[in-house]
């Protein structure tokens, strides 16, 4: 579902490193980030409580937005939205569980409702979908973003790849991304389940297109570029698990969409070189994943492959 761009309140995730076949740990908001009334979080009120304040929630006020399966509003006095279906309009309160799914966590659902309907975190933030039809807005939203740190691209990597573990794909659309400049944060809002025949995943490039969608100056694309290289080697250094398995991390197509844009020479010789040094990277990490032997000759090649994959800029 893409939605229209949406604000709310942004929470803090730590995510721990995972210990099996590479994958990350559930992203959990921090304790203290929910709104609270008269004492209470929304979650810890009665059933009969919430779901009159969802109900009471259900007016134009509250709208946040629409896409082309359902439409969503915000739950007053909470830091909660809720998504409701068009054909369960009238029927989205004839259930009501906590009990949500691993893939449920992915796309922020805390509780749902009937048929389909669901609640969800509600984010503070703008999302590029917001400066679609107007370029000297959008180049500086997106000169905002190239200043952001590297751990707020590396979290988004991190959504992304938590979606990866539990079989979703990341809907990288315009509206699918909120950005908190006074928190730092690039946050996802949309995945869907992978399907058979689907096209394969390629999450750095997805990042990219994400953060550069409806088109950026050259000088900032680069620096986006650079961040998200930066925040995809951060989970090369020795005594890391990656939050993905190595293989995913796609240098070579993210590098070969900028090589292509802006340095046109030579590309099939550019190509062949950075992919012999990628592939040498990635063989590094599994021995280095295995034997710590290998770290101080890990941390060498970063450094060098770093300087190859930023050459271009």
Do not use: W
């Not at 905002?144 to 691209?153: H, N, R, W």
């Not at 794909?169 to 006074?182: M, P």
């Not at 394969?200 to 998200?228: D, H, R, W």
């Not at 012999?276 to 990277?281: P, S, Y």
Request: proline share 3%; net charge positive.
């Amino acid at each position: 579902m893409k939605l229209l761009p949406i604000n709310g309140i942004s929470y803090n995730v730590t995510i721990p490193t995972s210990t099996k076949k590479c994958k990350t740990s559930m992203l959990k908001p921090e304790q203290g980030d929910t709104f609270t009334f008269t004492g209470k979080d929304l979650l810890k009120l009665s059933e009969r409580e919430i779901l009159n304040r969802v109900k009471e929630s259900i007016n134009y006020k509250y709208f946040l937005g629409q896409g082309t399966e359902a439409e969503v509003y915000r739950i007053k006095d909470s830091n909660y939205c809720v998504r409701i279906p068009y054909e369960a309009r009238d029927l989205y309160l004839s259930d009501f569980t906590k009990n949500v799914t691993d893939m449920d966590k992915v796309n922020h659902v805390v509780a749902k409702l009937g048929f389909e309907s669901t609640i969800m975190k509600y984010f503070e933030g703008e999302t590029p979908k917001k400066y679609q039809s107007n370029n000297n807005e959008r180049f500086k939203f997106q000169e905002k973003i190239s200043k952001l740190p590297v751990k707020a691209y590396n979290i988004l990597l991190k959504h992304i790849a938590l979606g990866i573990d539990n079989e979703m794909k990341y809907d990288f659309s315009g509206g699918n991304l909120i950005v908190n400049f006074e928190t730092k944060e690039l946050i996802p809002i949309d995945f869907m389940e992978i399907k058979e025949n689907s096209e394969s995943i390629k999450p750095l490039s997805q990042m990219f297109s994400v953060l550069t969608c409806y088109g950026a100056k050259k000088n900032t694309e680069l620096k986006i570029y650079k961040k998200i290289i930066d925040s995809a080697l951060e989970e090369f250094k020795p005594n890391n698990i990656p939050c993905m398995d190595v293989e995913l991390f796609d240098f070579e197509s993210i590098y070969e969409n900028i090589l292509k844009k802006h340095s046109k020479h030579n590309l099939e010789k550019k190509m062949n070189k950075i992919n012999g040094i990628i592939g040498e990277l990635k063989e590094l990490k599994k021995k280095e994943i295995l034997d710590k032997s290998y770290s101080e000759t890990l941390n060498d090649k970063i450094s060098k492959t770093k300087q190859e994959i930023f050459a271009i800029c």
